[in-house]
């Protein structure tokens, strides 16, 4: 079947602009979860949605990173005002719950570029 | 707080030499641990993972990994490198309880020469 989805897989924006990233989980997965990969360095986790239930921000660096999730579908990560340092590769994973044993599924990415 | 160090950013071996990367971890609860590739502009796969049954770990492609509890370590072997193993190693932690995100390490990049 069809592994996680994301777009676009690049994005190249200038300063201060604002960028949507969108992530497409598996089907039936009820989990998501958004990290950042800057050059480099390992994954930070930014933010993980489980079904209806209120996510966790927790590793959001500032109050310019938002994401949404409508249900069990598709999720969206916005930057407002990007800054350089916000350039990395966003991944999008999902899993069939929460549960610490099953499987995170990561899409291939959005490459950020903010010039 | 959980956290996973890896040692060495840059490991090369020769083609049919052995390979080892090193992951050590600390976390206050008995961790899930995992191993992912990263190969070229592709997202994460993963390789193995640990979840409290057997201790040795069997994976993908020839991988294996030992859970030391004493050692705090999940070091990830494989007896003959191949060409196409060239790619990024990350290990992660994650807690059994709640919390569900994975605790990546800083990776490692592996080199395999002729």
């Known amino acids: 079947g069809a592994g996680v989805s994301q777009s676009p897989s690049n994005k190249v924006t200038e300063k201060g602009k604002d960028v949507e990233l969108r992530c497409d989980p598996i089907?039936?997965?009820?989990?998501l979860y958004w990290y950042r990969q800057r050059l480099g360095q390992g994954l930070e986790f930014l933010i993980y949605?489980?079904?209806?239930?209120?996510?966790?921000k927790s590793g959001l660096p500032s109050d310019r990173f938002s994401a949404e999730r409508t249900g069990e579908s598709v999720s969206t990560l916005t930057i407002q005002r990007t800054q350089q340092e916000d350039s990395a590769v966003y991944l999008c994973?999902?899993?069939?719950?929460?549960?610490?044993?099953?499987?995170?599924?990561f899409g291939p990415g959005t490459r950020l570029t903010v010039t | 707080a959980q956290s996973v160090t890896q040692l060495g950013s840059h490991v090369s071996v020769s083609e049919g030499a052995l390979v080892l990367l090193r992951c050590n971890y600390s976390s206050s609860v008995p961790p899930y641990l995992f191993w992912y590739v990263q190969y070229p502009n592709q997202g994460l796969q993963l390789l193995l993972k640990?979840?409290?049954?057997?201790?040795l770990v069997k994976g993908i492609n020839g991988f294996e990994a030992e859970f030391k509890k004493s050692e705090t370590s999940f070091h990830l072997t494989k007896p003959s490198a191949h060409m196409s193993d060239a790619a990024e190693y990350f290990c992660a932690v994650r807690d059994t309880g709640t919390a569900s995100k994975l605790t990546f390490g800083t990776g490692t990049r592996l080199q395999v020469t002729l």
């Open positions: 994973a999902s899993s069939l719950t929460g549960d610490a044993h099953y499987e995170q599924y």
């Open positions: 089907s039936g997965h009820t989990a």
């Open positions: 640990y979840t409290s049954a057997a201790t």
């Open positions: 949605f489980q079904g209806n239930s209120a996510p966790d």
